[in-house]
Each structure stands twice: as C-alpha cells, then as structure tokens.
C-alpha cells in the first residue's frame, strides 16, 4: 500500500506563486511516475505535470513556462512550483503516483487564486 500527503496550498494573488509538496510513503518501486492533477469546479481532473523516476517531465500546455515539476527520489517526494498563477488554476490539486500494479491518489490540496 502506498499514502500519498500533499502540501503547500493555499490562498494566493494573481501573479503569486506556491509550492506544493507531496511525500509518499509505502510500498514504492524505483520505477514510478508521479504527477499533479487538477480538478476545477464542475471540470473532469485533469493533468498538471508528471516526472519519471529518471526525471523526464511532462507538462499541460496550461503549466508550460509557469510551473515546475520535480522530485527527490531519495525522499520519495514531488514538488510542484507554481509561478504567476492565475485565477484559472484555482482547484484541488492531486498527487498521483503510477507504478507497477496500482496507482494511488493523495486527499488533495486546495489552492485559490484570488485579489
């Protein structure tokens, strides 16, 4: 079984930035894949940016040239960094990490993006 607690959100102005945080613990392989997802209001969930355990990343073409996603392989923890955030990326933000026989979800983290 693997637990996954995120971090980091919260309230922020337009053109503010945050960091989401997420530490998974468990059963982890070394070969995995972790994201962030999102999920706006009335929206489907849907992809922010994910990172292989060898570090090749993949980004939502809203998240591209804004956030950054990394990861510490030696704390089995993915980092979201958030720049010039807009009111549109207000939503629940998921942790997902993707590994050989199951993928698992963290409870989600709010961020707001509001003057």
């Known amino acids: 079984q693997v637990q996954l607690v995120e971090s980091g959100g919260g309230l922020v102005q337009p053109g503010g930035s945050l960091r989401l945080s997420c530490a998974a613990s468990g059963s982890i392989f070394s070969t995995n894949v972790m994201g962030w997802y999102r999920q706006a209001p009335g929206k489907q969930r849907e992809l922010v940016a994910s990172?292989?355990?060898?570090?090749?990343?993949n980004y939502a073409d809203s998240a591209k040239g804004r956030f950054t996603i990394s990861r510490d392989n030696a704390k089995n923890t993915v980092f979201l960094q958030m720049n010039s955030l807009k009111p549109e990326d207000t939503a629940v933000y998921y942790c997902?990490?993707?590994?050989?026989?199951?993928?698992?979800w963290g409870q989600g983290t709010q961020v707001t993006v509001s003057s």
């Open positions: 990172i292989t355990s060898r570090s090749t990343t």
């Open positions: 997902n990490l993707n590994q050989a026989f199951g993928a698992y």
